[in-house]
């Protein structure tokens, strides 16, 4: 049976949020794109473990689409951001908006499985992994 992370970790928090710079919020990124911007914020090296279980996760709770090789932002996600952002001035919590809006979806394991089989299968996430450590030296 394969294993599931079901939480949140703070490595999708940040890949989010670099795959958010990477974009501008338009358009799509590559992967390389999203892990030059996650170096380049806090200096931050995802493992392909990292990479993997926040794309499923991400993708699975509609946050993110993946088409053709380039990673996108749906619109749901990001007039979900654009409000927690706005409520942000309003509220004397410390956590970050991405991070809140991240810890109000639930993963589950039918989601991650739907993603792994429809979505990320075709996408070749550990070639693209790859080509970023051989160009980079991550």
């Known amino acids: 049976m394969p294993k599931y992370n079901l939480t949140w970790q703070a490595s999708d928090v940040q890949l989010l949020e ?67 952002t706005l409520d942000e001035g309003l509220e004397e919590e410390s956590v970050r908006p991405l991070e809140k809006l991240l810890h109000q979806k639930a993963v589950t394991m039918e989601a991650i499985e739907q993603v792994r089989a429809n979505v990320l299968k075709k996408y070749k996430l550990k070639n693209y992994y790859q080509q970023y450590l051989e160009q980079y030296g991550g």
């Open 18 to 84: 670099a795959l958010l710079l990477a974009t501008g919020g338009e358009g799509g990124a590559t992967l390389q794109d999203v892990l030059l911007m996650g170096d380049a914020v806090d200096g931050t090296v995802y493992s392909l473990e990292e990479i993997t279980e926040g794309l499923e996760k991400l993708t699975a709770v509609g946050c993110i689409t993946v088409q053709k090789n380039k990673l996108s932002l749906s619109p749901e996600f990001l007039k979900e951001y654009e409000q927690a």
